[in-house]
């Protein structure tokens, strides 16, 4: 099972080196909340990258 389906679906990627103080994966899902997305931000390891993921079935209506 990938990393997808067992946490859910990918909205966006960012990479992990970003500028000192810039929290851009953290701005995003913020900004998805308030749309009503349960949206979080995980590390992906071997990527190097922060996922921004929602899970569409726990969306706030």
Do not use: C, I, Y
Not at 20 to 33: D, L, N, T
Request: no cysteine; hydrophobic share 40%.
């Amino acid at each position: 099972m990938d990393a997808t389906a067992k946490h859910g679906t990918v909205l966006e990627r960012f990479p992990a080196g970003g500028p000192r103080g810039s929290w851009p994966a953290e701005e995003f899902a913020a900004a998805q909340r308030t749309q009503g997305q349960n949206a979080r931000v995980v590390m992906d390891l071997p990527s190097d990258q922060f996922w921004v993921l929602t899970d569409n079935s726990e969306a706030r209506t």
